[in-house]
């Protein structure tokens, strides 16, 4: 069974800084890992996802996020943040193929981007 | 297409109406589920259905009956429910047994029990 870890449970952040969401799993076999976003009073929209290949892998909005498999992290960054980032960020792991395929989620990570 | 859509968007209703939720969508996903989420909390997970047929009842009560009436729809029945029960009800589907495994949300039906 896997579980995931998002240490922050609020972020708050000026506009146009950096923003780091943390996100640690656990796991005994391989996993696919995912973030989401929720935006508020909407459901979850898929942000980013890493499957295989390249361990960075990036979103259409500017979000990037590394596989890191020796610390077991897929922390999920962006350079210069908007408003319109403020939302709800949810880290999710589901075991590789033969393992379940229901994703566990990570608690929320609450990013307020302020003026 | 990759759209899961739900009706109604808002609903609300008494301890002793009956109500349905609706969830569709036309990405060819054989895996379809039901969350419910309550305010600044994850999803939590309530009822998988593959190929048409209940998988995972996560010891939900009886007064939620999930239906799949085809590989496109998905109901969630609601009878006797409990205020504690109002929440964020979420859809999802997936593409079972493919390589992503990647969980595609409609955008919820916000319920309030009386």
């Known amino acids: 069974a896997q579980s995931v870890t998002q240490l922050d449970s609020q972020v708050p952040v000026f506009e146009e800084a950096p923003v780091e969401l943390r996100c640690n799993y656990s796991s005994s076999v391989s996993v696919y890992l995912f973030w989401y976003v929720q935006y508020p009073n909407q459901g979850l929209q898929l942000l980013l996802k890493?499957?295989?290949?390249?361990?960075l892998v990036e979103s259409i909005n500017g979000f990037e996020a590394e596989f890191n498999k020796s610390q077991t992290s897929f922390h999920l960054r962006k350079p210069s943040v908007h408003i319109s980032d403020t939302a709800e960020y949810f880290c999710?792991?589901?075991?590789?193929?033969?393992?379940?395929?229901?994703?566990?989620f990570g608690r929320g990570t609450s990013l307020i981007v302020h003026p | 297409d990759t759209e899961v859509t739900q009706t109604p968007k808002h609903l609300v209703m008494g301890m002793t109406n009956k109500k349905s939720l609706k969830c569709e969508q036309h990405?060819?996903?054989?895996?379809m589920y039901w969350y419910k989420q309550k305010a600044k909390k994850p999803p939590e997970l309530m009822f998988v259905?593959?190929?048409?047929?209940?998988?995972i009842n996560e010891s939900v009560p009886s007064r939620f009956s999930p239906e799949c009436p085809n590989s496109s729809l998905l109901n969630l029945h609601l009878h006797a429910l409990q205020p504690e029960d109002s929440a964020l009800y979420l859809c999802a589907s997936s593409q079972e047994g493919g390589s992503s495994y990647t969980q595609y949300f409609g955008p919820g039906t916000r319920l309030t029990v009386l």
């Open positions: 990405m060819g996903h054989r895996a």
């Open positions: 890493y499957l295989s290949g390249s361990t």
């Open positions: 999710a792991v589901s075991d590789v193929p033969g393992g379940s395929y229901i994703p566990t």
């Open positions: 259905y593959s190929y048409e047929k209940l998988s």
